[in-house]
């Protein structure tokens, strides 16, 4: 593989793999700002950065279980309507490091900061589909379509030097409320190389093996994607499976992801004089639920209250309010009072009354 051009990246990064890139920023960024910079966003490949010269040549085909299968150009798509959605990406490998405290897993090892909310831009799959005589909310096509499946024109050697890839179900795809992106901007500029220039996708409340960057095609396809991604990684087991035991068959792809906290003013082990002490952090839950309470634990778990949440600073934040980013995470923030070593613990509880 050839890494001999890959897009300069910020110095403030841990880097958990070189090759591929493999990065996040200090877990105190991530409580800096409510959009995370692109600079501070975690970057996840699993090969070199794809290089395209010429986005005027550059198009994606959709093909497939579809009645009119057409190769659609960057101008196609700026020619649909342009929709903005803040939505966090967090990657299903989020804290790995300290899951493997209680037991080994494979794969890249993440802190607390392979997540990021940002400000993502373009067509709505949901259109695009349109192009191709999908309308919108179709579960299945006539001939028998059921999943959308995104290539990508990046190769790893998890799919023996192809191409990254994953699917939705065709019904999220095709569902306007869904707010499947096809994104060529994040945070209001043009998506960088890293992040999918010239386009990626975006599966808000998905964990982010879904959203596939550096899009080549989009197959409809009958049953879902049968690529490495989906089949032979990204998925949850219990503690009895190991990796000589394992049957992947017996269990679906991860798609939205579990709630999460994290506190992030702090690291995990921290020196700090006992009084008051602001915690702050993030919480995020994946299929839109909301978060609908965060509390902070100084004693270990024994006794809880209840930390504030806001998206935009100084905003109150509820839970399924419509002034609420619905894809997006909030910051929490309590002010605690601290004696000698003692365990902080943060719990967010995700809203599941939809
Ligand atoms: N798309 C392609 N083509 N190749 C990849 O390696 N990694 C996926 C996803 N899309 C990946 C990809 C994973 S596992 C995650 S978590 C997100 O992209 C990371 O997106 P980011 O690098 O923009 O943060
Ligand atoms: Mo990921």
Redesign the pocket.
Same mark, same amino acid.
């Given at each position: 593989s050839d890494y001999s051009r890959e897009p300069p990246r910020h110095l403030s990064l841990q880097i958990n793999s070189k090759e !591929?890139f493999n990065a996040e920023p200090h877990r105190s960024a991530l409580v800096d700002s409510y959009v995370t910079p692109v600079d501070s966003?975690?970057?996840?490949?699993?090969?070199p950065i794809p290089i395209v010269e010429d986005v005027e040549k550059y198009s994606i085909s959709i093909q497939g279980l579809v009645d009119y299968p057409k190769q659609i150009f960057m101008k196609d798509i700026l020619e649909l309507p342009k929709h903005t959605v803040t939505a966090t990406?967090?990657?299903?490998?989020n804290r790995r490091t300290a899951m493997s405290k209680v037991q080994k897993v494979r794969g890249v090892g993440w802190g607390v900061s392979?997540i990021?909310n940002a400000v993502w831009a373009g067509a709505k799959l949901a259109d695009v589909l349109e192009l191709v005589g999908i309308p919108i909310l179709t579960a299945s096509t006539k001939s028998g379509g059921k999943h959308v499946e995104f290539v990508?024109i990046?190769k790893?050697k998890e799919e023996n030097g192809g !191409?990254?890839k994953a699917s939705i179900p065709l019904s999220q795809a095709s569902n306007p409320d869904a707010d499947v992106l096809l994104a060529y901007e994040m945070n209001g500029e043009t998506l960088n190389r890293?992040?999918?220039y010239p386009i990626?996708a975006i599966v808000p409340g998905v964990?982010?093996?879904r959203?596939?960057?550096?899009l080549d095609s989009i197959n409809v396809i009958a049953e879902e994607c049968q690529g490495f991604?989906m089949q032979k990684d990204y998925k949850m087991f219990p503690p009895s499976v190991n990796w000589d035991n394992i049957n992947w068959a017996t269990r679906r792809p991860q798609m939205d992801f579990p709630v999460q906290s994290a506190i992030c003013s702090l690291e995990d082990v921290n020196m700090v004089k006992p009084g008051k002490v602001t915690v702050r952090g993030y919480a995020a839950s994946g299929g839109g639920r909301g978060i609908e309470r965060v509390d902070i634990s100084v004693d270990g778990g024994k006794n809880w209250v209840e930390a504030s949440r806001f998206q935009k600073p100084g905003i109150p934040y509820i839970s399924e309010h419509p002034s609420s980013d619905k894809w997006a995470w909030v910051h929490f923030e309590a002010s605690v009072d601290i004696s000698n070593n003692t365990d902080i613990i943060a719990k967010a509880v995700s809203n599941t009354n939809l």
């Open positions: !591929p966003f975690y970057k996840r490949n699993h090969g990406l967090q990657c299903a490998g392979a990021g990508s990046d790893c !191409p990254y890293d992040h999918g990626r964990i982010g093996a959203s596939v960057k550096w991604f």
